[in-house]
Each structure stands twice: as C-alpha cells, then as structure tokens.
C-alpha cells in the first residue's frame, strides 16, 4: 500500500490547494489509513456474519475507494443530507450497500448508528439497512439494486446539476457545482440500460459524472471471462468517456485519491475509472464468485480479523481514531454549506428573479397559473383529433414557460407531439445543437434509461424537475423495470405513450399492445390514464401535473377521435365517471370503456337505445386505480353492477374487467397489421356489432317480470369477442 | 457506381472460384446491375405512395445492400424456405420490410407476389406484406421490428448453427454450415438489448454471423448525432468483433459484395460491416428523416422515376431482366440443397445414431421417455425444500440427456438450479471453458438479451431446440418485451424465475415482484406456472415440456415449502383443482391460492374449520390462464363462487383475482426488505391473521336460514389485507 503522505504531495504538489477546499491541508498517517480501511473490512464481514447474510465481498475489496470518496473527493454535509449542491452519491451495484451504510456511519450521518447498521438482515422491519439501498433514507440518493439502474440514474442526476447550473449560475456564482459519483461493478456495465445511459453521458459530455468501476473481475458464476470480455476502457472511449485506470485500488488508497482528483480536474467528457480490486480480499475465497453473496462463515471471519491485526473475540469494532478520521470530513462539509448559503445569500440579492425561482422549484412548486393556461373545453378543435394530438397542445400551454419541466423523447419527438416552438435542446454546447439550458433531451433510442435517468432528475431535489418523456406505447415495455422504480420511489414522471391499442394500425401486432397496459393498471403507486377525447386529455394533464408522489403514463391515440359531449376534465380526477346517459336514472345497461373507444361504446348505447327499450349508461374511465381509490358509494353510484348488466369495452386483454362487469369485449390475440378502421371492424369494435353481440347476450338474462335482470354473479364473467379469427 | 465486373475480378482473382459455389460464374452487366436497385427504388417509392404510409427511405438507399445479399452473398433455396441449412436473414431494422418483401418477390418466393406485396398497408386483413415482418410466412425467419430485437435473435440462430454444427458435423460432413446475415439501423444499436447482444457474439467469437450497418446517419428526429455520437466501429472491435466499413453503399454494389465476401471468411470473431448510406437516395428529401417513415408524395414520386430511367406514370415495373438477373440466384439455391441433401443420405448411412438424433429434432420430437425420468411424487424429498431446488431435481432428470435442450442463465446458474454435474459451457473453445457443443449457455448479466437469443434458438428449426433459460423474478422483467415477443411469435422456451413473491426476503422491494406476475398472467399464448411444491414442479415441467406452441416461466421460491399431500402433477395440467377439502361436498368457503402460499393457505382453511362450522376448501391455482382455457362445468366443480365465499391468497396485487374470488388477501404496496418469515407475518400471510380476517368477513354474510352466504356480487370484492403499513 502506498503511503498516503507521499500521495497527496505528489498529486497536490504545484497546485493552488485554495482553489480545492476537498484537499485535506495534512494528509493522516498511512497506520490510520490502514487502520480505517481494516475496520470497514472487519465490519463487513461482522455484519454478513451475525445473520449469515448479506454481500460480504464488496465491503472488503472495495474499502479503499470507498475510503478515498468520504474522506477526500466528495462534497457532502452529513448534518443535511438535502442540502442542494451536495455531490450526489449512486450506488448502482446495490446489493453492495453494507459499504454505503458502514460509510455513512463512519463520516458522521447521525441517522446511520452502529445500531441501525447491526439491522443489515435483522429479523425486524423497522431498520433503515435495507438489502439494497433505499431511497427514503439519508444519504441515499436513489433506490437501486436493479442491476444497471443506479447508471441511469446517476445520468439523470448528472443532466439536473448541468441544466439547473446552466439556467441559474451567474458569473461568480456557481450556485450550482456539484459532481455526481456513480460506483459500478460489472453487472451494470453489462446490462443493456447501463450501456445506454453511457452512451448517453458521452454524447452530452457530462464531465460532472465520474463513474467509478469496481472491478474485481468476478461475478457471481465464476470469473468474469466466463461471460463478459468486452475491453471495458476502449469501449467507453468510443463511447465518448475519459479513461482512468488504477491497478490495485484494494491497497492503493493513494493511487484511487489521485484518479479521483483527477477526474474531477478532467472537463469535455464524463470519466470512467476503471480500479482493479480483490473481492472479499483477505478472506479465505477472496477473488472468487463464493464471496459475492454469502456471510464468509465464523472461521473465516476470525482468520481475517487476525490477519489484519483485529481481536478475532471482538465483533463490530471501531476505534475513536477511524471517526476522528473522517470528522474532518464532516466539518469540511458544514463549512461548504455554510460557505455555500452565504452564496446563495449574495445571489438572491444579486439576481432576485432567477433566485425566487430557484427558490419556488427547490419547494417543489410548479409556475402559478397553469392550470389556467390550459385551453378550456369551449375552444377545443371541435373536428376529430388524434389524443396526441390533443396533448401536444396541453403541452404547449403549460411546458414551454417553466424551467421546472425537462421534456424528452426517445427519437419520437414530433410523432408524440412533446416538441415546441423555439424549444432549446439539451446538448452539449460543442454540438451546436442546443446547450446546457436546453429542456428538449433527444434520449435516443434508448427507453429502458429514458426512464432510469428521468428518475434521476426526479430525485435529484424532489419536486424542482418534472420530467416529461415521450415513445410509442409499446416501447415503454423495454423501460417496464425502470418504471417499476419510478412507482417504488414515488418519482414523478409524465410519460407521453403514444400510438396505444390496436389503433396503432399497420405497424401490425409487434406494436399494438394488448397486454402491458393491465401491468401499469396493476402496479401500485402508479397513475395509467387513457384519456377519451381532448377534454380528457386536459383532465390527464392535471392529474398527472397534480400528484407530486405518482408517475404518471397518458396512454394516447395515433388515430383521430371527435371531442364527446360528456367529457370533463375535472371529473377524470375521480378516475371513472358518467358520460352518456342519466346520471340520476338507473341504467339497465352499463357500458365502460376507455380512451378511443368511449366515443364507440355511445354510438353502441345509441344503437342499443334504439334497438331495444334499454336505458343505457356509459362511463368513461381513463384511470382504473384512481376509480379504485373512491369511495364504494361513489363507485356504485357510477357502476351499479347489483342492479345493471355492465360490459367493459377496450381492445386489450379482459384482465381485471371482472371486477366491474359481467361481460366484456376485448381481444384474445395481439393483434394485426391493417388500418385501425379495418382492424376495429375485424376485432369485433365497431359499434353494429358491439349492439348485437351486448343485446344477445343481455337478452336471455332479462328476469320473469321483465325489467329486472338475472345478473350474472362472481365467477361468470364472459368474454363477448372471443373468436377473432386471423390474429396473432 | 463501381461496375461491378471489374468489381468481380478484384475480388475473386486468385481464389478457387469452385470452393465457393456462391460466385457467379459470369457476372452481369453494370447496367442489368442498375436497372436492378433502380427497380427496387421505385418499387419502394411506389408501394408507400399507393397507400401513402410505409417506409420508403432505406428500401430507396439500402437498395444496394438488399442486392449484394439476395443476388451474390447468402446461401437460400427460394422453392423451399424452410431448408435446414440455408443461411438465415434476420431484419432487426423490422420497418424497413418492405425491402426484404421486394427481394423475396425478385428473388422468386412464389409466396412473395407482386400482388402481395401491393398489399403493403392495404386495407384488407388477408395480406402478408404486414408493416413489420411477421414469422409466419415464407423467407421472414422471426417477427422484427421492436428495435434491438432482431440483433438478439440473430445471435440465437448463429448459437443454434454453431451448437448444431459442434453436435453432428463430422470430417467431410459439414451438415449444419451456414451464416447468419442481420441488418440493423442504428436503433438497434442504440438499445440496450442490441448492445447486449454484441456483447454475448463478441465474447462467444460467432464468426458465423455478420451485421451489416445500415449507416444512414439519420434517425426519426433528425441527424443521427443529435442522440447518438459512439464511435461504432471502435466499439464494436472494443466488444471482440472485425469491423469493415463500406462507404457509398447506396451505390457501390462492388464494395458491398468485397466486404460480404470477407466477412464470410473471416474467422474467430463475428464481422460488423459499418455501411454508410444515403437514406432516401434520390428523393427531395434524401438524407433526412422526413424519407423514413412517410410516403413521398405523388410528385416526389415521379421526379424520382424520371431521374432514374423509369416512366413516371407506369408503377410497379419490374422488367423482365431484372427477374432475369436473380434467376441465377434461384436456381443456386435449389443446387446447394440438392447437394446438401445428397450429402446427409450419406451421412444417414456413415452416422446413423446421429443422423436419427438430428432427424428427431427436425421433427420436433424431444427424446422419448422423458416423462418417465421424472422422479415420482413418493420419491420426492420430504422435508420442505424451496420449488427452485425442486425444479433442479426435474431439471437434472430430462435436460442433460438430450441434446435439444440449451440451458442458461443470467449469472445465476447456481441459486435457479439450472446447472448439472458434467455439463459442458457454450463456449468459444479458445477460451478454456468449453466449447459450442456445450449446452450450458453463460448469458450473463443481460436478461433482455438472454430471452431474444432463446427466440432466435427457438426460431432456428421449430422444435429443434429448447431454450431454457433462468434469472430471478424480478429480473424477468427487464426481458418484458422480448418475452412478449415469444408468445407473439409462439416460440417455445422455459424460463426458470426464482425468488418469487415477498419470499425473497432481505434483498427487499427492489427484488419483490407484486405486479410483473400479473401482467405475465393477461399476455396472450403464456404460460405463467407457480407451482405449490415439489409435485407441482414435476407438473410445471411436463405441461411446459409438452406445450410445443408456448412459451412457459415457471415461478419458483428462494424459500422452502413443504410437499403438500394434495397435489398433483397431472392436474397441475388443468390449471387449477382442489388441494385440500372435499371434492364433492360444497365448501363453505373456498380459498384460491398459488405457488409458496397454497401451503399457507391449507394451514388457514384447517384453523377455519377448527374455529368454526364451515367447511373449507383449497384450490391451487398454479396456472391462472391454463384454468381459463377449461370447460364452464369444470370450472364451477372446482370454484362454485354462486354457492361458496370464495377467498384469494396471494403475496401478488389483487388485480385479476376478482374473476374467480370474493374476496383477496393481497398485496398493495411493494413490500419490504426482512426475512421472509418476518414478511408474512407482517403483510398479513400468517395462517392464525388470514384465518381471522376471513372469519370476520364472512360472519355478516351468513343468510338468514344460517347455512347459505348472501353473496358479495360483480362490483363487491374486498380486499381483505388493505391496511399494510410500513410496506413501499
């Protein structure tokens, strides 16, 4: 191990260390060095130990980077873990986070006791070291452990600090300076939405990312050869990345500060260090897949604390010298913020309105008034319109005059109608197409980390971005993970997925979903909403734009539908209500449906009417689990399944529709390649048949006195449209 | 333009023209060479006017590419697309079909006539020249189109060739020889999945697949740079591939065909051919995005026509050279399989055993008695063992005996059980660890990827191969879309997705699927098995063994469960049947349950039955749409929800369960990282707390004669486990 005394002379040497506040003015000995690095070793393999548990190996190999990013190279304030222009922190090998939680002790967060630590794996549920990092606790930036997330993530949070600098930074006033450090093992190097968040990082030139490789060379089934030979340096070269390497960064503490500063001193490109280390090293299966995931066992753990001059009897030892090592640290960082308030300080004065603003996105507030801003029903265009449509006009009155939203799509941007007059790219200012302040993000061909980097900017000071991306509909399934950790986190997005359905048309069945919507429905946390017409639209709009805790996905037509009489924007907010027929009366038919095929279940009810002597209902519902959540008073008000026949009608999958109606029609296939009015009328939706096929089955149902039914019960639910020959 | 005879002679002087049958002897005129990818513009420009929509640009500037390929570069017998041993082409860049459905007609697939192809965007529901190609017709090896995709299932055929090729060639008996060509844009590459994909190829060094790189420097939005600015090349090589580039290949055949010709001799690495193209070539708008996804309108259209030769009002023409041109083509491919032919009735004789193998997986027969080597339920183990190592114990007893099964994992070979004693890797034989007679396939950390290579496996023969392929849960749910993809295209494969459910434990809700199951359970041609015990898995296997036309997960514990005294494995095969209770007295009440709970929810109905009258019944779902499929009458025996309370159990959200039950006891958050038992306990899945919750349920429901139930009706589900607290 090199000593760190001579390191920091060396990399210091001929440097105006005024200019770096993060440089230690006395380096420790390399005995207290050795000593910290130790005890994080002992206290990982104490704390697998003590419930034969948990991801020993990491905690042991990589103490050492670790060691050099809370004691040397990040900026953090443990007494406020909020505080804004913190470096941010993503551990995107999450299964790794016993080396964050033993870090965050050491450094001083007062939240993270030795207590809460000795919970890694208690058979409790009110301890804060969770099996993978959560977002809910200080110090945690973002929930990972999905294997290639926490790159995406880091991505995301990356884009914030580079486009809040850009919009707010003032000359002398770098309000706004932060570096954000993602650690990676080779798991999320490999997987496909880690490779696209590169890709990204280096055609934006994000040098305020440094993403730091773990790489010990093995991965759970063996050696890491066994699978992945990429040259892992050259590839992120030609993917636009400054390369560092460190040979021994188990030992080499002076070796790993020294790659660290100079990543951070690097500009024009993010940077990627790539540190060679030993997993679970000192142990008897150190280097090897037996270490990743399993305590080492008591022998094991003895033999490794003697090794490294520990008692083997003493458990979970920290001497008073490793936290005086990091208190310097600490102070360190109150002294940032202190330094850093006193800035801001000068800059409310200096730049009143840009601070009032900062001020108002950092308390999560979006610009007053937009909800006004968005076209009343009255001057909606009264011809038919695609709901896409529809929405890119939302989008406009309420997007373009606040910073607060950063707009993207996954190279769909005029199809998805998420673009603007005089919009500003994100880009790198060495592109010549935008810069740093721009709020239209072309994300590429890359959904899975779209989304991942949208939970990024959602993350990264709760409520101050809003992103708002946009695809296909069925490409919102190559992000359904990351979609997931959206829901699990409550990180807001407004999702723009557009061209949903069978409506899709002649792109045929590998573009119409029929399934994927029901696992958004499904999905706790979540806001799926498939508006009717434009006024619906609207209604979408202000749930999503109103529910701070929830991402949102607006599920919109490729294919025109007209405005409907009965839409209201203020009742989408109930997720279901009446929008053809009595309100008061009870119907004897119920029809529900949703989105673009609300306007065929009223021409369905008219011919129903006509036909027959049937009251009937239809009730819009553009979002399922907001319905879910209203009280059962109002929800039988709307669907009174105990006295009317009720039939769903949406072409997908008939999931969940038992729970409201007795029948529905729905497809049985994924669909096929034709124009949607085509495919409508061959699936069974145009209106003609959807009358005949209700009537007949409603008719042997009427009860002996004639205007009572023999509703079908729990159990009986039946599909209307199940032969639809020639799908897929 | 290169003239492409003094393109010939270049490439081929020096070299024995007879060891390479795919050279013509004599090669065409420059001109014939022009008229040909003229033809095939204006044919292109002219299908999407008809209709207006489709995809004109890169048939207009790949024109050239399609022909190098079709005419000179792969190996195909038009009169029989299904030979075993042609060359496979994959168009990952689905869109641009329409260039693959012109030179399928050119090239004389009797399928492919012109008349079907004008059908391209027609609006009739009988065509096959669908908006992406679809697997179910001639010369269309796998449905493409969701990008990154068809990279993937490339790297799956090629697999396939090189494991088939490892198995029965012999000296002098090159059975199995043939190439995989893909095309791809740079939206393939830009995914995530394609990445992984180029990962695996460059690791596995398949030098029997080639990529060819439709450079068009143009993506939807615009210029490719404004998203994607990798050194693709570099990276490429970076990820263990040859690159060629090519650049004017919108019209230099010659060049085409020279780096065609390389490709198919290099050796050791897969070959990436980086082809800069013009996309559009010809139109107004040449070059740009505007030509991608849009018709060129009707002027564009003939100003294209009359700079290329053609007569702006004649549409559709294809002079009779021209079909001339590739008549040599044709009768080639119709030599190089009568050859083929010939040389497997020797190999029949010199290697029958081998010959008999190869033929009974052409046939699509796995070997016979498989179902007789899985052990009996009175010789499964009797302590409680989790279904993940019972699935090990049925995996052990069919796959490593017959050669049709190719088994993997996503790192995680070990802790899904999916590994057996002697087993050889799929390797690259340089590499130490195998070879690519090895049937145990390292995917690595890319489970996207993972599930598209099997489709292409699946693909290569129909029957021929199954893929079996394992990760956990949760991490299924990166593969989403190309597991929609297998049902679509009713590719078979068996994945093995452990830790289900809550029963993860400590890893927590990052790993704890409470939705993903259910949208597994609406997607169309799935299967979705959660086995209760051992006797289950036995069950799961077979019905996913014997399901030639569907793809099957098998959901599976970390956590032991014990084997229950009620199931069965042929009835496992009904979906769902009674576990526990009377089968013909009519329950009280009814409990539903699936995989790990079915145990707990035996334990409930007995302390139902202890603490009161009623009599229980336990129905084990393992297979919720495989019940679907059942007889009404059926279905009523087994859950009489018009007489008896029925009663969900599952750790999953309730959706869906409203179909069959009353009532559920569900998730409704995201759970919680703790150990499993701790888990159940607090979510409520404690037997003594589901008893209870149950009991107060129903009590009210007793009718007032005191034996019936007045039963909760459509509209009426509760959930009975709704107040979760400290969940996500």
């Not at 060095?33 to 548990?53: F, M, P, S, W």
């Not at 503490?253 to 993010?270: C, E, M, N, R, W």
């Amino acid at each position: 191990m090199s000593p760190i005394a001579t390191h920091t002379q060396d990399t210091h040497h001929g440097k105006d260390l005024s200019k770096d506040p993060h440089v230690p003015a006395k380096a420790s000995s390399p005995e207290t060095e050795k000593l910290v690095i130790n005890t994080i070793r002992c206290l990982g393999a104490d704390l697998c130990q003590q419930y034969k548990g948990g991801h020993p190996g990491t905690v042991m190999g990589a103490a050492a980077i670790a060691t050099a990013l809370w004691k040397y190279s990040m900026r953090y304030n443990p007494a406020n873990p909020e505080w804004v222009n913190r470096d941010r922190f993503v551990l995107s090998a999450g299964h790794a986070c016993l080396l964050q939680y033993i870090l965050l002790h050491l450094s001083g967060y007062s939240t993270w006791s030795l207590d809460q630590i000795k919970k890694y794996h208690a058979p409790t549920m009110d301890g804060i070291a969770a099996g993978h990092p959560e977002i809910e606790f200080p110090g945690v930036e973002l929930t990972t452990g999905l294997l290639g997330q926490g790159i995406a993530n880091a991505v995301g949070l990356a884009i914030a600090n580079k486009n809040m600098a850009a919009t707010y930074n003032k000359q002398d006033y770098p309000i706004i300076d932060n570096k954000v450090w993602c650690f990676t093992g080779d798991g999320c190097l490999q997987e496909g939405i880690g490779q696209e968040a590169i890709s990204m990082a280096g055609h934006w030139g994000l040098d305020n990312l440094i993403l730091v490789y773990d790489n010990n060379s093995v991965t759970v089934d063996g050696t890491i050869d066994i699978c992945f030979t990429d040259d892992t340096s050259a590839k992120l070269k030609a993917m636009g990345w400054h390369v560092l390497e460190v040979d021994d960064g188990s030992n080499d503490l002076a070796a790993i500060v020294q790659a660290f500063d100079k990543a951070k001193s690097l500009t024009g490109k993010p940077t990627f260090i790539n540190i060679k280390t030993v997993i679970g090293i000192g142990s008897a299966n150190q280097g090897s897949g037996k270490v990743h995931g399993a305590a080492l066992g008591e022998q094991d753990v003895a033999n490794v604390k003697t090794a490294l001059g520990f008692d083997p009897k003493e458990k979970f030892v920290v001497q008073q010298s490793v936290y005086d090592y990091f208190s310097e640290s600490k102070s360190r960082g109150a002294k940032d913020e202190e330094e850093w308030n006193k800035l801001l300080e000068k800059y409310n004065k200096a730049y009143p309105e840009q601070a009032a603003e900062f001020k108002r996105r950092l308390n999560g507030e979006l610009k007053e008034g937009w909800e006004n801003n968005l076209p009343p029903k009255e001057s909606l265009p009264k011809d038919p319109k695609a709901t896409r449509q529809s929405s890119g006009i939302m989008l406009k009155s309420v997007i373009p005059q606040d910073n607060s939203f950063l707009v993207g799509s996954a190279d769909l941007c005029e199809s998805t109608f998420v673009n603007w007059d005089d919009m500003v790219e994100f880009q790198n200012p060495e592109s010549g197409y935008g810069d740093y302040s721009g709020r239209q993000i072309r994300y590429g061909i890359r959904e899975h980390a779209m989304v991942a980097v949208a939970n990024g900017l959602s993350a990264w000071h709760k409520g101050a971005i809003v992103p708002v991306m946009s695809s296909y509909f069925i490409f919102w399934l190559y992000a359904a993970a990351a979609i997931r950790m959206s829901a699990l986190m409550k990180l807001r997005f407004i999702g723009i997925a557009t061209h949903d359905s069978i409506g899709v048309g002649e792109d045929g069945p590998t573009h119409q979903p029929v399934a994927f919507p029901l696992f958004l429905r499904a999905l706790p946390n979540f806001n799926y909403i498939r508006p009717a017409d434009a006024e619906e639209v609207a209604g979408a709009w202000i749930l999503a734009l109103k529910d701070t805790e929830n991402p949102s996905i607006l599920s919109l037509t490729r294919q025109p539908v007209p405005l409907l009489e009965g839409t209201d924007r203020n009742r989408v907010q109930f997720g279901a209500y009446i929008v053809h027929g009595s309100e008061q009366e009870l119907p004897d038919i119920t029809l529900i449906s949703t989105g673009s095929e609300v306007s065929r279940a009223i021409e369905t009810a008219k011919l129903l009417s006509e036909q027959s002597s049937y009251k009937v209902r239809v009730v819009s519902m553009p979002h399922y689990s907001r319905f879910e959540s209203q009280s059962k008073e109002y929800k039988k008000s709307i669907i009174p399944s105990n006295k009317s026949l009720v039939v769903a009608i949406e072409p997908y999958c008939s999931f969940g529709w038992s729970k409201y109606a007795h029948a529905g029609c729905h497809m049985t296939g994924f669909g096929h390649s034709a124009p949607y009015a085509v495919l409508f009328e061959h699936f069974g939706f145009g209106p003609k048949n959807l009358a005949e096929k209700i009537q007949n089955w409603a008719k042997p149902k009427r009860n002996s006195n004639g205007n009572g039914w023999d509703l079908p019960g729990v159990g009986e639910f039946e599909e209307l449209l199940s032969n639809q020959n020639q799908g897929h």
